[in-house]
């Protein structure tokens, strides 16, 4: 019989490409969702309808409604990938970060607990970089300590504390990834990767002037999540529950991905000034371009405690998981982003530009 796998968080990027994955794989996927009014689920609308990939509403908020699922379900693995995500947001919802990431995890434990799947059930913990927050050591490993600098890295460490004492109380097989930035052509639009290659696009094809950015010397170390979530299910397959850093061990700065993106969409920047006046200007590219600047910096982009220097050391997961964290190099990873806006700005330009000319012909009684 197949295996079968739960996914808190499957309309995410990550929820999407592990869906995937184990489809492929030859599990029973299920996914959980929430309620909503509006249609967020398009990374999985080409899965939906597929003989062995289920969804299920409930909500980590919610703690009746996940024992019901995993009691129906009955899953061998959890991946708990659901969460609210995004840093800065978590300093304007602080409780509502806290009972998603921090109780939502607590909730999936004993959900787990409640049915009676204890001993059969293996849960991964999607866990985050920014646990180390006001670094204390550079790369950052397994042994790290952890210094949260948000609301966001405070939930997540409960999180994480919470996963090692039920390992180590109920014997549970549950591990957490600790998870370094990783980014795809899913990655989503207030991300500021994903806000960096759109913009890209963008000012290429005339439809921004300006690209605003918050601490252009942020250090990251960003990864490929479709590489990512491979790892995800690997360490679920060992023989004893471990955590793991999940990086790639190479370090790049927000301006050194804007330069690379930008350069992809065939625009040459040069970075000028310092801090909050430091702007990127054009020196080569679209004629009408050229010495005007679309990269500027704004203090409303900066937080109120901010993470300078994320560096994470994938030596453990490569030793004992046998992974590559180099499958997708930083490059090709910003060129994949960049190339995939680039397309998907050209069908809105010329989607835009259709029903602009259908609106003249039906002013104009060309048309009816």
Known sequence: MSKVALITGVTGQDGSFLSEFLLEKGYEVHGIIRRSSVDYRERIAHLEGRPHFHLHYADLGDSMSIVKVVSVVRPDEIYNLAAQSHVQVSFDSPEFTADVDAVGVLRVLEAVRAS??????????????????????????????????????????????????????????????????????????TFVTRKITLAAARISQGLQDCLYLGNMDSLRDWGYAKDYVECMWIILQQDKPEDFVI???????????????????????????EGINEKGIVVKGPENLIGKTVVAVSEDFYRPTDVVNLWGDPTKAKAKLGWNPNKTTFEELVKLMVEHDIANVAAEGAAAKVRTNLAEYLEKGIVK
């Open 247 to 273: 990086a790639t061990g190479v370090q790049h700065s927000v301006r050194e991905f804007t330069e690379l993106a930008f350069k992809h969409a065939g625009i040459e920047l040069k970075f000028e000034g």
């Open 116 to 189: 009676g799947l204890e001993n059969t059930c293996r849960i991964y913990q999607a866990s985050t970089s920014e646990l180390y927050g006001k670094v204390e050591e550079v790369p950052q490993n397994e042994n790290t300590p952890f210094h949260p600098y948000s609301p966001y890295a405070v939930a997540k460490l409960y999180g994480f504390w919470i996963v090692k004492e039920y390992r180590e109380a109920y014997h549970m097989f549950c591990c957490s990834g600790i998870l370094f930035n990783h980014e795809s052509e899913r990655r989503g639009e």
